[in-house]
């Protein structure tokens, strides 16, 4: 392929070169510049490989999603590769991984900032996903205001707001930066719209990556393990299980959906919500 026509390539952005990043990119980037973007180098090297093996053209840039201005220089370095119409942002940091204050700057604030940011520069007829989780589905619902202020405050006001700056626990940061999701996607799909393109979440239950297997290998594993006893599927999910629903909220078939979360985890928030044996 020459570079006049790789110029005029639609572009998706994969934002985290994770399990559920890589196999995203792989399922949804044939035909398309993947601009793949990570804070890890070595991970960023090893999916670009993986994925430049099997026929894609991919690109890759280090940005750290708690940074407004990493998060800003990467939305614009994807539009100057060309139409912006795909996004996926899958970064993220989980209870096994990562302090409170951490998982809020990554899961919380990285995601508004990364909602604001490419809600600037996706194409008209574009769409793009971002990877919460069914954690965001198990925590108490927040009040009127508490969710007002997350789907409309800025970013930089964002864990500052008196009930998220107390949050100290990791294993209570990651839900409420998870449902914080829910709400700051279902917000955004107005800018987006404006633009004529499309936001919305997919939230994930246990997946087989890296970061599903630290957790499963955590204290908080055997927990989960009974969760996926519980459900209607009884397995594990599969990276590929959240790229096909992405794939689906990506493409033509979800023209009439934005703003709005998939929940994606072989049945587990049912089992628990209708208290299934
Ligand atoms: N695996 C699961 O069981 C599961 C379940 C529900 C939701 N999720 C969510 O899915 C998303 C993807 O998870 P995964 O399973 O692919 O995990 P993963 O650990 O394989 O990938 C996450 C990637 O995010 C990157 N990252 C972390 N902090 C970053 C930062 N500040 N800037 C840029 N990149 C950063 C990591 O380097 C890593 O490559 C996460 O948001 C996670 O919370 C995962």
């Not at 995203?24 to 993986?50: C, F, M, P, Q």
């Not at 409170?100 to 194409?123: H, K, P, S, T, Y």
């Not at 078939?253 to 979360?261: K, V």
Request: hydrophobic share 45%; aromatic share 2%; proline share 4%.
């Amino acid at each position: 392929m020459t570079g006049d026509l790789a110029m005029h390539r639609d572009v998706l952005t994969v934002i985290g070169a994770g399990g559920i990043g890589q196999a995203i990119a792989r399922r949804s980037g044939a035909g398309k510049t993947v601009l793949l973007a990570d804070n890890n180098d070595e991970t960023l090297a090893s999916t670009v490989e993986s994925l430049s093996a099997g026929g894609h053209h991919v690109l890759s840039r280090s940005v750290d999603v708690a940074s407004a201005q990493s998060v800003r220089g990467l939305a614009q370095y994807a539009a100057s590769l060309g139409n912006v119409t795909h996004l996926a942002h899958t970064a993220g940091l989980s209870p096994a991984q990562a302090s409170a204050q951490a998982i809020l700057a990554v899961d919380l604030l990285g995601v508004a900032l990364v909602l604001q940011e490419f809600g600037a520069v996706v194409a008209p007829g574009g769409a793009g996903v971002v990877i919460a989780s069914m954690a965001g589905h198990l925590v108490p619902a927040l009040t009127a205001e508490q969710e007002h202020a997350l789907a409309h405050r800025p970013p930089v006001d964002l864990l500052s707001l008196d009930f998220v700056s107390r949050v100290n626990e990791p294993a209570f940061a990651y839900p409420i930066a998870k449902q914080a999701n829910h709400v700051r996607v279902r917000a955004a799909s107005a800018q987006w719209g404006r633009r004529g393109a499309r936001i919305n979440s997919i939230s994930p239950g246990i997946i087989s990556t890296p970061m599903g297997h630290l957790e499963l290998d955590s204290a908080a594993g055997d927990g989960m393990r009974a969760m996926i006893a519980m459900s209607g599927t009884g397995r594990i999910g599969t990276p590929d299980d959240i790229a096909a629903a992405a794939a689906f909220l990506l493409g033509p078939d979800a023209s009439f959906i934005t703003g709005t979360d998939l929940l994606v985890d072989g049945g587990v928030i049912a089992a628990v919500r209708s208290g299934t044996q």
